[in-house]
Each structure stands twice: as structure tokens, then as C-alpha cells.
């Protein structure tokens, strides 16, 4: 991936800009823009999610990369202005790595080794295991994408400020889409 030490720190364009200049070359924005905007999500999913594996976020920036440059910049194409680039970029970083990572994951779990905070997925951890799915699931099935993604920010370890600046809202919006989402959530989980 290209060096980003001259460019600036700013994003001065729209996401759909910036989606467009990358896929028609500009190599140097798109390592500017993973290494300012997400390093975060990755430092988040290394810490947590890729526990153990001992990877460095530079590897793991440098393989996502890689990977949203296949076959002309197919997955980034299917980028929708939905939601803001970096919130699709984390959503899509996060089901790659864990994908590409999942058979280093099961062999660590079968060691013993420490993921996401819980002991390894052995018969003792079928619960926690279990219960994660089980909330990953419910939160795909509300039905609003707002509620989703903020919730999704929230367990990957996002302040409200941050989810605000994300999906364009105010820090109190925040507040009362995650107190509804939680009750919509509560609901789907009870039934």
C-alpha cells in the first residue's frame, strides 16, 4: 500500500468522491483513508475479535486493502451511500478478517488461546458463544439500518460522539436510537 505522509489529514469530499477517485486510481487516497479513518476499527478487531494471532494493524490495513482492490475494486463498487463509507468499510473489514482469520481462530480456540474477551469456544464456552450469535442475529432482524448500525458501533466499542459523527446525527439522536433499538431488541429476543 502507498505511503500516506503527504496527505492531508482531512477528507474535504463526499464519500461518493471519494469512492469514485479511488476506484479510478488515486491509490494514495484510499491508504490515506484506511489508515486515518479506519485504524481504529482494525486496532478494535485486532485487540478483540483476533486475539491471539499476534497480527500488527498495518498487515491487517495492507490485506483489506488487497482485498476491496480485487478484481477492479468489485466490493468497493458495491458501496451505496447507504450509510457513511467508514461505517461500510468497518461492517466489511470486520466479515472479511474474521472469514479469512476463522481457521487460525478455531485452531487458537482449540488451544486455549483467548478470543473476544471469553475463554475459548470449548464445550464450557457453548453458552457465551451461543449467546453472541443469538444477539448478532436479532440485531440483523431490525428492520430499521439506522438501529443496526448504531448498535454495531456500540459493541465494537464506539463513544456516541463517534457514532454520531458516523451516520451524520447529533449525540442525542444517538442516545434515543440506541434506547429504542434495545427495547426493539429486547422484544425480538423475548419472543
Known amino acids: 500500500m502507498p505511503s500516506t505522509e503527504n496527505m492531508p489529514e482531512t477528507f474535504e469530499i463526499s464519500d461518493r468522491q471519494l469512492v469514485v477517485q479511488i476506484i479510478h486510481g488515486n491509490k494514495l487516497l484510499a491508504a490515506n483513508f484506511l489508515q486515518q479513518k479506519c485504524a481504529r476499527t482494525f486496532e478494535y478487531i485486532n485487540r478483540t475479535r483476533l486475539k491471539g494471532l499476534d497480527l500488527h494493524v498495518d498487515d491487517l490495513i495492507n490485506d483489506f486493502y488487497l482485498y476491496l482492490q480485487e478484481n477492479n475494486w468489485e466490493k468497493l463498487r458495491s458501496f451505496r451511500c447507504e450509510s457513511k463509507l467508514q461505517t461500510w468499510i468497518n461492517l466489511v473489514a470486520s466479515r472479511y478478517l474474521l472469514k479469512k482469520y476463522d481457521k487460525d481462530l478455531t485452531e487458537n480456540a482449540r488451544k486455549g488461546t483467548q478470543i473476544d474477551g471469553f475463554p475459548s469456544f470449548t464445550d464450557d464456552d457453548h453458552h457465551n458463544k451461543m449467546v453472541r450469535i443469538e444477539l448478532l442475529e436479532a440485531i440483523g432482524q431490525l428492520k430499521e439500518k ?15 460522539s463517534e457514532i454520531a459523527e458516523q451516520i451524520g446525527t447529533s449525540t442525542g439522536n444517538v442516545y434515543t436510537i440506541k434506547s429504542r433499538a434495545i427495547e426493539k431488541l429486547r422484544t425480538l429476543l423475548n419472543e
Open 146 to 160: 439506522r438501529d443496526q448500525l448504531v448498535l454495531l458501533l456500540i459493541l465494537q466499542g464506539f463513544d456516541s
